[in-house]
């Protein structure tokens, strides 16, 4: 059974700081992997997909690798903003179906 | 808007009365997910349907939740005699059947209260 971790559940640094968000899975055995952006008592903004044969994604200030064979999966946000201040989750999806594993999610506050 | 779209938004109700959510995917998206949300936690699926059929449903989908897609455009979600652990983010997202990798794209959310 696919499970998704997210280390750590909540973070606080300076504005303009670079950051790292970690994401890990149990079962190697994956389609791709999304991360999304969620502002309190809202829906989820898609940030980045990584396909499985892929080793990163890029979009503006945003990085998210992919190391499939380690189970891991990291997003680097550069010069962070204010703005960036959410809770950011990661998702899998496996070979065999097309429903997402979800992590807990990292709350990230930015601090001005 | 082209996005997806969930209504209502918001809904308060008493333990033991039904509740019905709507979801309005992306035009010409013909898959659609139905996703829960308890506050603090990742989304957990529920079901998926690829145009009115209905692929794969979560054992959290209990016999109390029915969802369907009549005419594979939108999709309703009722819960029947709601219990106050059904009090979540009800999430809808939909994407096409080919390109885009699987991505899914979400609706804002129905933020159901079960006093």
């Known amino acids: 059974k696919q499970e998704v971790t997210q280390i750590p559940a909540a973070l606080s640094v300076p504005e303009g700081e670079n950051l790292v968000l970690n994401c890990s899975f149990t079962d190697s055995a994956i389609y791709n992997l999304q991360w999304f952006r969620q502002d309190p008592g809202k829906g989820l903004t898609s940030l980045l997909l990584i396909q499985s044969s892929q080793r990163e994604q890029t979009s503006g200030r945003l990085n998210a690798s992919l190391d499939k064979s380690s189970g891991r999966s990291t997003l680097y946000i550069a010069a962070s903003q204010p703005g960036d201040s959410a809770t950011y989750l990661c998702a899998v999806r496996g070979d065999s179906n097309y429903q997402l594993i979800w992590g807990a999610g990292t709350k990230l506050i930015i601090k001005p | 808007d082209t996005g997806v779209s969930q209504n209502p938004r918001h809904k308060i109700t008493k333990r033991g009365q039904n509740v019905t959510f709507r979801c309005d995917p992306i035009?010409?998206?013909?898959?659609l997910y139905w996703y829960r949300q308890t506050l603090g936690q990742g989304p957990e699926f529920l079901t998926y349907f690829q145009n009115e059929a209905q692929l794969e449903k979560s054992r959290l989908l209990s016999d109390r939740f029915s969802a369907e897609r009549p005419k594979g455009s939108f999709s309703t979600l009722e819960i029947q005699r709601t219990e106050q652990g059904d009090s979540a983010m009800y999430l809808c997202?939909?994407?096409?059947?080919?390109?885009?990798?699987?991505?899914?794209?979400f609706g804002p959310g129905t933020r159901l209260t079960v006093l």
């Open positions: 997202a939909s994407n096409p059947r080919v390109g885009t990798y699987n991505e899914q794209f």
């Open positions: 035009s010409e998206h013909n898959r």
